[in-house]
């Protein structure tokens, strides 16, 4: 996973990650890490990450979501403007969608972002343009 990986909506104030085949959670932590650098990102852009059918979520530990959370909420806290930033995790996959319920139950209190979990790119959008 590299730069080439976000896609950045400027009219929507969206960044886009789609999480391939070969997604861990270490190569998440890398290309959030490239974001702030990415031509277009602004800190007051909403993400959405999108975990399609072939991504294999075996790296996806309690310990890695663990380092992913201290990671994270430093890094949220750094790029990201606003009252309350938006993150949308969307999964198809009924099984795999477990890690998003996960990682939004783990980050419910005392976090700066919202997070909101969809089935479908869609709906996510949907949700990103709607008020705070």
Known sequence: MSKSGWVIHGSRKVAEL??????TMLNLRHAIAELPGMPGWARDFDMLLVISDEASLESFTMEAMQAHQVFMRTWNERYRQGHSPKTA????????????????????????????????RAEALEWLAGPD
């Open 18 to 23: 789609d999480f391939g085949a070969d997604t």
């Open 89 to 120: 995790l969307v999964c198809a996959s009924d099984l795999k969608r477990i890690i998003p319920e996960l990682w939004s139950a783990m980050t419910r209190e005392g976090w700066k972002t919202q997070i909101g979990i969809f089935t479908n």
